[in-house]
């Protein structure tokens, strides 16, 4: 079993920047997936293979990935970018998720 | 644009089997990878897993070999066994359309099971 830990949290006031960490035993090596979850919605990619956005997603979304950390930056994040974040990756076939980041914006 | 919807029943006794629906429209089902994934209500993601039109397919070992997927390219709809339920797998359960480099890039709504007596 792989593990990827994210903060429980994260608080950002509006216009600011936010970053979200994931963390896992060389992650940096591994194919690593955002997912921003509202309430009651499904989740949605907004990162794909580490850095990529896909079509529709805001350019404020970004990521990077190396070393142990793996990062979702929002850079001025808005209201409706509260949400849950996940990130996620695959380890010997099976697909791990991280344990969600609820991200405020005050 | 592609669009999925999972469909099965609601409540489901302890011990016995969930079996849900995924129906795929506006794309066909006959290439990619398709998931199953499970959130317990107010909790995180937990990958159930996929199955290609091919036959291939693989799950989480965490599951004790109870799940069973296939797959209907003629009806264009994917579908999830769970034997042996129990109240632990009370969830919104998701299906999804993915592939290890790209990620799950289209996701339904989910359909709620509830394993009770």
């Known amino acids: 079993s792989y593990e990827v830990t994210q903060p429980l949290s994260v608080s950002v006031a509006l216009g600011q920047t936010a970053r979200i960490t994931c963390g896992g035993s060389n992650i940096g090596s591994k194919v690593l997936h955002w997912y921003q979850q509202r309430p009651g919605q499904a989740p949605v990619l907004v990162i794909y293979?580490?850095?990529n956005r896909p079509s529709g997603i805001p350019e404020r979304f970004s990521g990077s990935n190396s070393g142990n950390t793996a990062t979702l930056t929002i850079t001025g994040a808005q209201a409706g970018d509260e949400a849950d974040f996940f990130c996620q990756v695959w380890d010997n076939n099976i697909a791990f998720f991280g344990t969600g980041t609820k991200v405020t914006v005050l | 644009q592609v669009q999925l919807q999972e469909s099965g029943p609601g409540l489901v006794r302890p011990s016995e089997t969930l079996s849900l629906t995924c129906s795929v429209s506006?794309?066909?089902?006959?290439?990619?990878?398709w998931h199953w994934i499970r959130q317990p209500v107010g909790q995180g993601l937990e990958w159930i897993g996929r199955i290609h039109p091919s036959g291939s397919s693989n799950h989480n070992p965490s599951l004790n070999s109870r799940v069973t997927m296939s797959v209907d390219p003629s009806t264009n709809k994917v579908f999830l066994d769970l034997r042996s339920v129990t109240a632990a797998d009370t969830a919104l359960y998701y299906c999804?359309?993915?592939?290890?480099?790209?990620?799950?890039?289209?996701w339904g709504q989910g359909a709620l099971v509830t394993v009770s007596s």
């Open positions: 999804a359309r993915g592939q290890e480099a790209s990620g799950f890039d289209h």
């Open positions: 506006g794309g066909s089902i006959r290439t990619l990878y």
């Open positions: 293979r580490n850095t």
